[in-house]
């Protein structure tokens, strides 16, 4: 599975469970550390986790495992599928640490093509 398809199935995963907010931002040309982030909101800790698990469920279920889960227990819950990273974001969390503006350098992705379907 190559990181558009990744990106696919994380932003329907989290449009399914009534993520906000979903952003896609391509990062290839600004880091080595992944080619896209994709960045949604929960409107509490319980959807937080709701979200990860469902983008964790979604993936596997596609045989893509993460490399690594961050903060499974908090409100920012990062899942790091090597190309692909996943901030599923607490509305106040997202608002203080303002991912998307520390990344505007990025490509911003619109998330429509990938919900079409």
Known sequence: MDAKEIVKT????IDSKKGEN???IG???LT???DYFVIATGTSSTQVK?????VEFKLS???VSPHHIE???SPWVCLDFNSVVIHIFYKDQREFYQLERLWEDGEKIDIANFLED
């Open 50 to 54: 709701a979200l990860a698990d469902e």
């Open 71 to 73: 903060g499974e227990k």
């Open 27 to 29: 990062i290839t040309d």
């Open 61 to 63: 279920e596609a045989g």
């Open 10 to 13: 994380a932003v329907m995963a």
């Open 32 to 34: 080595i550390l992944a």
């Open 22 to 24: 979903i952003e896609v």
